[in-house]
T-cell receptor, first 119, second 114 residues
Framework: AQKITQTQPGMFVQEKEAVTLDCTYD???????LFWYKQPSSGEMIFLIY??????QNATEGRYSLNFQKARKSANLVISASQLGDSAMYFC????????????????FGPGTSLSVIP | DAGVIQSPRHEVTEMGQEVTLRCKPI?????LFWYRQTMMRGLELLIY????????DSGMPEDRFSAKMPNASFSTLKIQPSEPRDSAVYFC????????????FGEGSWLTVV
């Protein structure tokens, strides 16, 4: 079963505008974490932002913010003031299975959203 | 810090040949993941290790695939025999122990099996 869903295969945004990339997830673990990664055309995976399931505040990192709605199991990425360099694939990922006792966890990725920033 | 180092960066091989992909994690990182990325299937988790021990290999597609982590500074992913459908980018990623810690990716090994 798909644990992470990104319903937007492709998105376009005008330069300097804000854009929201959707991510919903499914887990029964009480403790989990959510990541967003960027993959430009060169192929490397770049970490953007992290949200823990117990975090009280939504995570922010510069122009990136995570709109975390725990009850709805959604963790949307908001990019403010889009730049041409933001054109890339964006992946939502989830860590689950972590406990202080086991320290084991696994990180799985969604299918990705391709973002194109238009000048 | 040198980051996660993968080799080879690119490999083209003939069907039936053995392929070995290598990964050197960031020093001090005790979890290591192997992922495969294709257009059709996206990023798939193949296997992950914690403190050099394989924890979950349920993502390994079939017996032709095997992975080892003989010590904290080295891991291999082997495909024997290789098939054209194994063509993909294989990423190694590592992290330190802890619920909040980021995973860091290598640059990937681009494999083409002809």
């Amino acid at each position: 079963a798909q644990k992470i869903t990104q319903t937007q295969p492709g998105m376009f945004v005008q330069e300097k505008e804000a854009v929201t990339l959707d991510c919903t997830y499914d887990t029964s673990d009480p403790s989990y974490g959510l990541f967003w990664y960027k993959q430009p055309s060169s192929g490397e995976m770049i970490f953007l932002i992290y949200q823990g399931s117990y975090d009280q505040q939504n995570a922010t990192e510069g122009r990136y913010s995570l709109n975390f709605q725990k009850a709805r199991k959604s963790a949307n990425l908001v990019i403010s003031a889009s730049q041409l360099g933001d054109s890339a694939m964006y992946f939502c990922a989830m860590r689950e299975g972590y406990t202080m006792k086991t320290s084991y966890d696994k990180v799985i990725f969604g299918p990705g959203t391709s973002l194109s920033v238009i000048p | 810090d040198a980051g996660v180092i993968q080799s080879p960066r690119h490999e083209v091989t003939e069907m039936g040949q053995e392929v070995t992909l290598r990964c050197k994690p960031i020093s001090g990182h005790n979890s290591l993941f192997w992922y495969r990325q294709t257009m059709m299937r996206g990023l798939e988790l193949l296997i992950y290790f914690n403190n050099n021990v394989p924890i979950d290999d349920s993502g390994m597609p079939e017996d032709r695939f095997s992975a080892k982590m003989p010590n904290a500074s080295f891991s291999t992913l082997k495909i024997q025999p290789s098939e054209p459908r194994d063509s993909a980018v294989y990423f190694c990623a590592t992290q330190t122990q802890g619920a909040r810690n980021t995973i860091y990716f290598g640059e990937g090994s681009w494999l083409t099996v002809v």
